[in-house]
Each structure stands twice: as structure tokens, then as C-alpha cells.
């Protein structure tokens, strides 16, 4: 019964003219900041796990070593982070050319974990406002949902070194939650 009351409520609303329609929240700060939040605990976790000798590690010659991955996304996230708190930027690269050890490469990942949680921190109206970002006018917004997705694609990169390297990367693991 319940099934066919639900058939009749989504055939009820579907029929209404859009406009009269639900109004459903599209995408908020809470939300990228959940998903940002998984992804930067499960990058900070490989970070950790991989050992030192393995920041060098690279599959081909063409990429980055593990290290330069990490160390990577530490400037870009701290790059796009400035960008959502309309702060400034500095140049997304400085850690990936000056940070080459496991120790200082973690503590610049932290950093700019600690201040991306600054920017994840702001209301949907706080990054309403406008900024540049790569030469183009984005919402500040937009620059947490990219911070988020360029973190999440280069996890992908990350599950692959580590299966390489023969470990279980951070999010293949068992929940100890339930």
C-alpha cells in the first residue's frame, strides 16, 4: 500500500507545472563539506600509511611520485580554500617544488586540511559572493565543489599507488562503525 500511495504522490508532483513544483535544496555547503571531509581523512590516512621510502614511488617516469601527489594537493587545496574565503591565493605549486620529505610533505597536508576547514566552515551565503579563480569569475562556492572534486580524483590516483605497493588504501578498508 505504501508503494502505491508513494507511485501516486511522484505521479502528482511530476504533473504539476514546474513552477508550482517542491523546491529542493540543490547542493550546499554541507554537503561538498561532507564529501570534502571523507576524501581529505581518507588522503590524510594514505598519506600516513605509505612509508617513506615510498614518497618516491612512481609507476611510470611520466608522473608524479607519491610524494609530489601529496604534496600537490596540499598547495592546490590551500590555492582553492584561499579562493573560497576570498583570501589570497599564493601560488598552488610552492609546496609540490619545496616540501620533498614524508614528514614535511604530512605536515603541509594537515595544514591545509586545517584550513580548508576554515572555508568548508561558511554558510551557503557566505560563498555566494564572486571571485577569480584561474582567470575566471566563480562563485566561492564553486571553488569548495572543485576543491572536493580535485581531491577525490587524485585519491583515484592514490588507491592506485598504494595497490601497487601492496596496501589497502583508506576507503577499501572495513567500517569499524556500524
Not at 15 to 20: E, K
Not at 42 to 62: G, K, L, V
Not at 124 to 147: E, I, P
Request: charged letters at 20%; one cysteine or more.
Amino acid at each position: 500500500m505504501h508503494r502505491f500511495s508513494l507511485a501516486v504522490a511522484l505521479v502528482a508532483v511530476a504533473s504539476l507545472p514546474f513552477a508550482a513544483r517542491p523546491r529542493i535544496a540543490s547542493g550546499s555547503v554541507s554537503d561538498t563539506r561532507a564529501i570534502w571531509s571523507e576524501v581529505s581523512k581518507y588522503i590524510t590516512q594514505s598519506a600516513e600509511d605509505m612509508s617513506d621510502s615510498d614518497y618516491q614511488f612512481r609507476p611510470t617516469p611520466e608522473v608524479r611520485t607519491f610524494g609530489q601527489i601529496i604534496a600537490h594537493l596540499a598547495g592546490t587545496q590551500h590555492f582553492m580554500c584561499a579562493s573560497a574565503l576570498g583570501e589570497p591565493t599564493g601560488s598552488e605549486d610552492d609546496i609540490e617544488k619545496t616540501k620533498t620529505t614524508k614528514a614535511d610533505i604530512v605536515a603541509a597536508l594537515k595544514a591545509s586540511t586545517e584550513y580548508c576547514a576554515k572555508a568548508y566552515a561558511q554558510t551557503d551565503d557566505q560563498v555566494s559572493g564572486t571571485v577569480k579563480l584561474y582567470g575566471m569569475d566563480r562563485t566561492r562556492f564553486y571553488a569548495l565543489v572543485l576543491n572536493a572534486t580535485h581531491d577525490n580524483e587524485h585519491y583515484g590516483n592514490i588507491v592506485t599507488y598504494m595497490r601497487m605497493r601492496g596496501m589497502v588504501p583508506p576507503s577499501s578498508r572495513p567500517s569499524t562503525t556500524q
